[in-house]
């Protein structure tokens, strides 16, 4: 079909997100039959500016409809109708696109997440991916047996892993030293559950993860932040709260690029750190979720891989920040007598993983497309970083303050004190873009942080400039 015989008008709800509204009009196109399988789309450019609306509005509704499997992008062509529709009807459709986007009636409206490090699935393997985990279908054992796999996940998945990991990271690791979870998240949680009891304190670093604390006080911990400054964690503090502090077991860390400052724990710092573990009996839970994103210089190994037998670590990781969110696979790696105990309590609610991805994941690790893939991506997300601190540069220097970061997927603002980070992601949601301030990133609201997480990874090059000019346009001035 021309690109020129195709007429869409918006559909759906005026309360609805504007990009829904496009995705179910393109639907509804698809079902009528004057969209067929292969049948080329418009640019988001062309399409954009005949429905008089924001690129990104286009842009996000073709992501949306490429997930749920309508259409697919193709290197040569751009967005075309899938050639394997599934047969369902419209009706379903839109009732499943509605009820998982479904928003409060004050906040509808044409919606543009920017993501605080998640990557772009339009570069993923997916052709690899797909054959991959057809042959698991047909060849893995496991998927015939009458019983289940192994809770600590799929066997060639975890010799796969400390493979990778022997050679990536420095981990002297065995298959028998690795659980493979649905995500780092789960991972987390089952460090927690097995290293503290209520009453118990966490150390954590501040500004920090969210959800890593959610974990901590599910498990009955009391949750103590750390400060971070421009060279990561402050181990003086942490060495403070530990004198004082009696029943603190354990420090979750993000030491190769802080979350969510994106800052790298120094060399004597991570020294220090261990020291202070090893004499205070702290077990370290290690969050590694980036480590493949490393642009200037080598990877920094883990402190897991210059821990001494004293010092227990956690080593989590996880494969969705280098794939995909969908792609559910987290890992986790530590003493035996520790990975036994997070076992148990992972049955207790899953018995056993996705065997037939995780077997699937197995074979890209072994027959070298996932590092085929790590590197095509750094080369990407460098080249988008590279444009967008030359964005900030240009548009919004006078008003924050940042360092390039040397890896991860996202740029850490710190904003002017004439300016309010919360009141800038107020105004840029009115416009269209939902920011992270510094406000989400704490354990007290009355913080003093004044700072803006933009993640860029997902974003092409004029989703990046755009992204800058709503952000100089929309600036909250006093």
């Not at 080598?298 to 494969?319: F, H, N, Q």
């Amino acid at each position: 079909m021309k690109r020129s015989k195709l007429v869409i008008e918006l559909k759906g709800d005026d309360s609805q997100p504007l990009f829904l509204r496009l995705a179910t009009s393109i639907l509804s196109e698809i079902e009528r039959g004057r969209l067929m399988p292969g049948d080329q789309l418009p640019g988001t450019r062309s399409l954009a500016l005949s429905l008089n609306v924001h690129r990104n509005t286009v842009t996000a509704a073709f992501q949306e409809l490429m997930m749920q499997g309508w259409l697919v992008a193709e290197p040569s062509r751009g967005t075309v109708v899938a050639y394997d529709l599934p047969n369902v009807s419209l009706q379903a459709v839109k009732a499943s696109v509605v009820t998982t986007y479904e928003i409060p009636s004050d906040e509808s409206r044409n919606v543009l997440h920017i993501s605080d490090g998640t990557p772009d699935t339009r570069i993923m393997p997916a052709v690899e991916m797909a054959r991959a985990v057809r042959h698991a279908l047909l060849q893995a054992p496991s998927l015939g047996r009458a019983s289940y796999g192994e809770p600590g996940g799929a066997q060639a998945l975890r010799y796969a892993l400390a493979q990778y990991l022997a050679q990536e990271r420095g981990l002297a690791t065995s298959p028998s030293q690795i659980m493979v979870t649905r995500g780092s998240q789960m991972a987390i949680y089952l460090a927690a559950a097995t290293l503290v009891s209520p009453g118990d304190a966490v150390a954590v670093e501040e500004p920090g993860y969210p959800y890593a604390w959610e974990a901590f006080r599910a498990a009955g911990a009391r949750v103590i932040g750390i400060p971070v400054d421009a060279l990561g964690i402050d181990v003086t503090r942490l060495e403070s709260l530990a004198r004082q502090e009696p029943k603190l077991k354990a420090l979750y860390v993000t030491p190769h690029h802080q979350y969510p400052t994106t800052v790298t724990l120094g060399a004597s710092r991570r020294l220090r750190l261990l020291e202070v573990a090893r004499r205070y009996g702290l077990t370290i839970v290690e969050d590694d979720y980036d480590h493949e994103y490393r642009f200037d210089g080598r990877p920094i190994l883990p402190l897991a891989s210059r821990a001494s037998d004293e010092v227990p670590v956690i080593y989590i990781g996880t494969l969705s920040k280098l794939l995909s969110p969908a792609v559910r696979l987290g890992y986790a790696s530590t003493r035996p007598e520790i990975l036994q105990q997070m076992i148990k309590r992972r049955e207790a609610i899953d018995r056993q993983g996705d065997l037939l991805l995780e077997n699937s994941m197995a074979e890209l690790i072994c027959n070298g497309t996932l590092a085929r893939h790590a590197r095509k991506a750094r080369r990407v997300y460098e080249a988008r970083r590279n444009i967008l601190v030359a964005e900030l540069t240009e548009h919004l220097g006078q008003d924050i303050e940042f360092n390039t970061p040397s890896g991860g997927l996202a740029v850490w603002l710190r904003v002017r004190d004439e300016l309010s980070a919360n009141a800038w992601a107020a105004s840029a949601l009115t416009d269209g873009v939902v920011v992270s301030p510094s406000s989400n990133f704490v354990l007290d609201a009355s913080h003093t942080l004044n700072g803006l997480r933009i993640g860029y990874a997902n974003l092409d090059e004029v989703g990046i400039r755009n992204l800058v000019r709503t952000l100089a346009e929309c600036r909250p001035w006093k």
